[in-house]
């Protein structure tokens, strides 16, 4: 059975608990995109529901308190709930900060996420909601619904089939854009209308993925709970013969346990992102150090130099007993990964840290070139088709003197010796590919111009260049 932890206010609980003056104020947070991801209960009281926009929130409600949606900062309060689950089921599965998955098993399993959601309100003081079915999707739309003072819906009897009927196409992202157009002009707009057709004139029409819509549309999401809490970690430790304060021994302990982090590392092709550092005091206490590497590390070297420097942190005026050191955050990916995005120091909004991280990025490239910092949507090909734009037919690369505002957009250049006027900038979109092992990227304006009608200007760092012109 997979049970659906539902934790609703648990990103509004914590700016309250950051920004004590919002207690019984209409608060909401905004994502990346300008909407609104969560409405506290005073909010939504006005009308105001997630996924509008900011400035229609506010036409809504003048004193709306908004905020920008701290992911980090909620996902760090949410580990104590996570905790607790995990102590219940091996196989816990945090989706997001609202939401996590816990895969249950055994005899009565009602009784024991009742006993378990009355633990969790009563340690974070939050309404939890659970939802019970055999599959991950059932059990989030369980969770959602509301149902007065009912903590658990139980949705193993039946119950699936009225819950599944009314969710829209869009709540399901298995289902592709297109797909999902095809479906609704044919007058398909909920999973209740998917059990209404004919399971050969799904496969007709969209052969494999109508056979996946309408296992959806019968709760089978085919998606298993994964086991990703607690996070894995690899841990090595040495208990010595005897209390020692020597120095030299110390250090070779901690040279070891690095080693044998590094080689299990290797084997597996991983890196690590967090070590801490725990040591038996000859007391009995045992002292601890964690830090978040700036960069990946893999190698013996590098963890060893972490070890030491946590090793300095922790004061000893007592023998040691042994030394234990863990590598945590384990992942395939290494490389350069800016600190500025962890946000670990906790300073700084999320908006904040963008805005330094813009920056820095700035620096470097104009330092060291367009090709010093690479991101995927660098990597990515901006396709015109997208952008509801067309191609110009005749095609030139000519270079062009261009005059531009404070802004940096074009007002004016110049082919041949004669001056074009831009009257107006149609569109703007940015392009990258790799040339000779770096890569290029440009900008390219889509621009009307009297005379002389359409044309497109290429702006490749401080060099313009005419592209295409209408015919």
């Given amino acids: 059975m997979v049970a659906c932890f539902l934790f609703a ?73 996570w905790d607790l689950l995990a102590i219940e089921s091996s196989v816990v599965e945090p989706a997001s900060p609202e939401i996590c998955y816990v895969e249950m098993s055994g005899l009565r399993i009602v009784e024991r996420i009742q006993e378990l959601t009355l633990l969790i309100a009563s340690r974070v003081r939050i309404p939890v909601r659970v939802g019970l079915a055999a599959s991950k999707l059932v059990a989030r739309e369980a969770a959602l619904q509301d149902r007065g003072e009912e903590v658990l819906v139980d ?37 209740g209308d998917v059990r209404k057709l004919p399971a050969r004139e799904l496969t007709r029409q969209f052969h494999d993925v109508g056979l996946l819509i309408r296992r959806l549309a019968f709760g089978e999401d085919g998606d298993r709970v994964r086991p990703l809490w607690p996070p894995r970690s690899i841990e090595h430790g040495l208990a010595f013969d005897d209390e020692t304060g020597d120095a030299a021994r110390i250090h070779e302990a901690l040279r070891r346990c690095a080693g044998a982090i590094a ?7 991983e890196y690590c992102r ?3 550092l725990q040591v038996s005091v000859a007391d009995g206490s045992r002292l601890s150090e964690m830090e978040k590497l700036s960069l990946p590390a893999s190698g013996r070297e590098q963890i060893e130099r972490a070890a030491l420097r946590l090793l300095r942190r922790i004061p000893l005026d007592r023998p040691l007993l042994g030394v234990c050191l863990r590598a945590a955050d384990l992942g395939a990916g290494g490389g350069l990964q800016l600190a500025l995005m962890d946000g670990s120091d906790g300073k700084g909004l999320p908006h904040e840290r963008r805005r330094r991280l813009d920056a820095t990025l700035l620096f470097l490239r104009k330092r060291y070139g367009v090709g010093a910092v690479v991101t995927a949507a660098m990597l990515r090909q901006a396709r015109r088709i997208d952008l ?68 497109e200007l290429h702006q490749l760092g401080v060099t313009w260049r005419l592209g295409a012109m209408a015919d």
């Fill in 274 to 276: 967090t070590l801490t």
């Fill in 155 to 191: 949705a193993r009897n039946g119950l699936a089939a009225m819950l599944l009927a009314s969710v829209p196409l869009e709540r399901l992202p298995q289902i592709s854009y297109p797909v999902r157009q095809r479906l609704i002009r044919r007058g398909v707009h909920t999973l």
């Fill in 388 to 455: 509801w734009t067309y191609p110009l037919g005749h095609l030139l690369n000519e270079p062009v003197q261009v005059a531009t505002d404070a802004r940096g957009r074009p007002v004016r250049y110049w082919r041949r010796g004669s001056p074009r006027t831009i009257t107006r900038v149609q569109n703007c979109w940015r392009e990258a590919e790799w040339f000779w092992g770096s890569l290029s990227e440009k900008t390219i304006y889509r621009v009307e111009t009297a005379p002389s009608g359409l044309s």
């Fill in 9 to 81: 206010g648990i990103a509004i609980a914590c700016e309250r608990a950051r920004l004590t003056h919002l207690w019984g104020e209409p608060v909401a947070l905004v994502d990346d995109a300008g909407l609104l991801a969560v409405v506290s209960e005073e909010a939504a009281a006005y009308g105001i529901a997630a996924g509008q926009k900011q400035a229609g929130a506010r036409a809504l409600c003048e004193r709306l308190t908004v905020l920008p949606y701290d992911r980090c900062c909620y996902e760090l309060a949410a580990q104590c709930i």
């Fill in 263 to 269: 080689k299990r590392l290797a084997d597996g092709q």
